[in-house]
């Protein structure tokens, strides 16, 4: 599979190969993170697209129907006053009972316009507003007139549904996930170019899976293509701190804070009905640690366990602990053997084992998914970056995942390359080098069968602190002599 970049962020034109395990390096700023946060984008954006359209859309019609009921249901407060207060009630219950039967009658083999039709229909013969008496006939006739204007408004949005098809969701989907992921500037913020073009675009044995044409930082209409690919779920994981977020209640609540609250009721009491919402990287990530959405079943899991147990046993070798819902109190814990200890007093790089370790008993990682890893060896010590290294390792060997990592430091890339040898998947391995183009204000990836280069590029910086820690270590000695 390759990944390809033009005109993104610093990058101007790069094609990353995700064969098994790629590893990115270079300098602070120099696009990494882009990298990152685009492939993320793109491939959240184009997942379980069909799920996400028929949720949508599903959304959009409930809205439309409570905007009829709302609206019957206020028509006039005469219509309450002058109703018998029996009448009333009745026609309210009628109502809000029409409105369920719509709202729950999307699996149904019938075409969504009928269905609607026939709502609107029952309710227009209904007896029970013919029943109610001690009411103006005005009254009455602007009741009847605000059905009939609002069957007109429902059927209008209704065509215009049918017309929006999956292709153009896809487009809008993608669009709404790279402009939130990228704060609105995907495109190089230094360019004064109205008219530049900008490529995403994923390809597996030269076919194109997903192309994506970018101008003024939208996907233009008429430039993109999709089509279904197995790898269908992506973590991006660059702040370990996030695990201290996480609550039952309300980390819910602010990942879908559109949903209405009886959604997040079905959340928190049932843990496993989570509305398709695009959502940003972290927020994905809080979702799966804190909720059951991306857990496989016991029978999967079965299925599978004999992929993870090599993984498991290198786990241990950090951690055996894991992330747990708090028994007396709503919150997680990590409880590992005989204790258990708040999330924010975990050491930095516990959290990030933690997660790991969390996502894998959950099944979360599996051969459909693409790892995004930004530095995470910055809070591991070197005994630490060994071993997550060769979990990396085992994660493309065994389980046949795809990770994509960016890293600085020259012990853990040497750590990978050791156990890349040592589990035999140097085919599986790509290695990248930044280099800084026109004046250094752009970035290309370089692939390398040499990192020699790259510990090159380290090794240069240490030398120069070497040498003035030998300078001034060396003077400092001279004056004491002296």
Avoid at 72 to 86: G, M, P, V
Avoid at 211 to 238: E, G
Avoid at 465 to 479: F, L, P, S
Wanted: aromatic share 10%; glycine share 2%.
């Amino acid at each position: 599979m390759k990944f390809t970049l033009k005109n993104i962020g610093l990058i101007k034109n790069s094609e990353i190969t995700l064969d098994g395990l790629t590893v990115i390096t270079g300098h602070n700023n120099s696009g990494k993170t882009t990298v990152g946060k685009a492939l993320y984008a793109c491939i959240e954006g184009a997942s379980e697209i069909e799920t996400k359209y028929e949720k949508h859309k599903n959304d959009y019609i409930q809205q439309t129907s409570r905007k009829f009921i709302f609206v019957l249901l206020n028509t006039d407060e005469q219509l309450k006053k002058c109703a018998r207060k029996k009448q009333f009630k009745e026609y309210s219950n009628k109502i809000k009972e029409l409105l369920n039967v719509i709202e729950h009658s999307f699996k149904s083999e019938i075409p969504l316009k009928q269905k609607i039709l026939d709502f609107i229909y029952l309710f227009e013969t209904n007896e029970i507003i013919q029943s109610l008496t001690n009411i103006s006939e005005d009254l009455l006739l602007t009741v009847k007139h605000n059905i009939s204007f609002l069957k007109e408004d429902i059927l209008k949005n209704l065509d215009k549904i049918n017309n929006y098809s999956i292709t153009e969701f896809v487009k809008d989907n993608l669009n709404s996930m790279l402009r939130t992921e990228f704060s609105k500037q995907i495109q190089p913020v230094k360019n004064r170019t109205k008219s530049l073009i900008s490529e995403l675009k994923i390809s597996i044995d030269n076919l194109d899976i997903l192309n994506i044409n970018i101008s003024n930082n939208n996907i233009i209409n008429d430039k993109y293509t999709y089509k279904y690919f197995k790898y269908d779920n992506t973590f991006l994981i660059d702040n370990p701190f996030i695990i201290d977020e996480l609550d039952t209640f309300t980390s819910l609540t602010d990942i879908s804070g559109s949903l209405s609250n009886f959604i997040i009721d079905d959340i928190y009491l049932n843990n496993k009905y989570i509305d398709n919402i695009n959502l940003l990287h972290n927020e994905k990530l809080k979702l799966a640690l804190s909720t059951n959405k991306y857990t496989k079943n016991i029978f999967e899991k079965g299925l599978n366990k004999d992929l993870y147990k090599n993984i498991n046993n290198i786990f241990n070798k950090a951690i055996s602990g894991t992330i747990s819902v708090k028994k007396q109190d709503r919150g997680f814990e990590y409880v590992c053997n005989d204790y258990s200890l708040n999330l924010s007093n975990l050491a930095t790089g516990t959290k990030l084992f933690a997660i790991m370790k969390t996502l894998l008993d959950k099944g979360a990682i599996d051969s459909n998914t693409i790892l995004i890893l930004d530095e995470p060896e910055s809070h591991l010590h070197p005994e630490w970056q060994n071993i997550f290294a060769e979990l990396l390792v085992l994660l493309v060997k065994d389980v046949d995942c795809r990770i994509l990592l960016t890293t600085h430091s020259p012990n853990f890339l040497l750590a990978i390359e050791a156990f890349m040898y040592k589990h035999n998947i140097k085919d599986k391995c790509n290695f990248y080098k930044t280099q800084f183009i026109e004046n250094n204000e752009y970035v290309d990836y370089v692939l390398t069968n040499n990192t020699n280069e790259i510990y090159g590029e380290f090794v240069k910086f240490l030398s120069q602190v070497k040498d003035i820690r030998n300078t001034y270590a060396n003077y400092k000695e001279n004056i004491d002599d002296e």
